[in-house]
């Protein structure tokens, strides 16, 4: 069973989101706004600056209106948060809402200040090829409410939008689950309108077993990214952050998931992986153990020793060795034919 979102209103309730977004605002110091994949806004600003607003309100309007969103297309083509300067020199993000690679909309904000201390990591400018700076150095009005920004050290701004990305996909979860567990329970309502209820325990058993199972038939697409990546890359460290934002979801729901679907922990599934392909390297190489071990993304050569005799019942030497006798074998065998 395929389960679709295809409208922003179907993840974020506008009327019971705006008090959340008001809270994050508040505690982040942050200006957001949730708008659609149009741009069109679906909550009212929350803690919009005086300055934002005078530059809103005047003849440099348009050009907030194309950040906004030009900034919401590039989150949505990478994917993840993008973080860039206004044409007034502020420090925006944009935090994309993305299900099955369609685009529904995204969480704006920012509209405070890079420290001078990272002036050296500023962010690219959104429309660097239009000429709208803005001569705030005319406008004593302006620069009161500009001196009035805030603040912030560049990581600061790159945690505030992960948090939000991570809040994001926590919404587009539940709403997936929610549309789940409706779709299921009405399918189940209809066949059993149309045979006769059978209350039996084996039949119990066997409806809650179907509910439990199709969740987990649905969380093998979203895996797919990880399961390649792992395998595409085995000399990498994997970290459960970076694996879980490729399938775009949290790391939480991504463990949930992967539990589901597998043995053993993210942990042994890599481990699993690296094993294999240190099988192909003990076969084809002369390198030594411990670079195999370095190839491999482990630190502590003991550890990869300990790991791959958990997976194969013997140590990587004791692997080459009894290949290489094998071989020697045939070899001999074929020379006597």
Not at 123 to 132: A, G, K
Not at 202 to 211: G, H, L, V
Not at 297 to 304: Q, S
Request: hydrophobic share 35%.
């Amino acid at each position: 069973m395929k389960i679709t979102l295809t409208d922003i209103h179907q993840i974020v309730n506008p009327a019971k989101f705006q008090k959340i977004q008001e809270d994050i605002s508040q505690a982040t110091e942050l200006a957001l706004i949730t708008v659609d994949y149009k741009g069109v806004p679906l909550t009212t600003h929350s803690n919009c600056s005086e300055f934002c607003k005078k530059v809103r309100s005047s003849k440099y309007g348009g050009y907030c209106e194309k950040c906004d969103s030009h900034g919401g297309l590039e989150a949505a083509r990478i994917r993840k948060p993008f973080i860039y300067l206004c044409h007034a020199g502020l420090v925006d993000f944009a935090i994309p809402i993305i299900v099955d690679d369609l685009y529904l909309g995204a969480f704006m904000a920012g509209q405070v200040l890079l420290a001078p201390e990272d002036a050296e990591h500023e962010p690219e400018h959104i429309l660097h090829r239009i000429d709208s700076t803005i001569d705030i150095s005319c406008d004593a009005n302006l620069q009161e409410s500009y001196s009035q920004l805030p603040v912030m050290r560049l990581t600061k701004i790159i945690a505030l939008a992960n948090m939000i990305l991570h809040i994001g996909n926590y919404c587009v979860e539940v709403a997936i689950l929610n549309k789940t567990v409706t779709e299921i329970t009405s399918k189940d309502k209809k066949t059993k309108s149309d045979k006769a209820p059978d209350y039996s325990y084996d039949s119990a058993y066997n409806n809650t077993k179907t509910i439990i199972n199709r969740p987990a038939k649905e969380s093998n697409k979203l895996l797919e990214p990880a399961y390649a990546y792992i395998k595409k890359h085995p000399e990498e460290k994997i970290y459960l952050s970076k694996i879980a934002a490729l399938c775009n979801i949290s790391p939480s729901y991504f463990s949930k998931l992967f539990a589901k679907e597998n043995t053993g922990n993210l942990s042994d599934y890599v481990n699993h992986i690296k094993v294999e392909r240190a099988k192909e390297l003990l076969h084809n190489t002369d390198w030594s153990i411990r670079t195999i071990a370095e190839s491999l993304g482990y630190d502590d050569c003991g550890y990869f020793i300990k790991v791959f005799k958990r997976d194969t019942q013997k140590t990587p030497l004791e692997y080459r060795n009894d290949f290489t006798t094998t071989s020697i074998s045939k070899i001999n065998i074929m020379n006597q034919i």
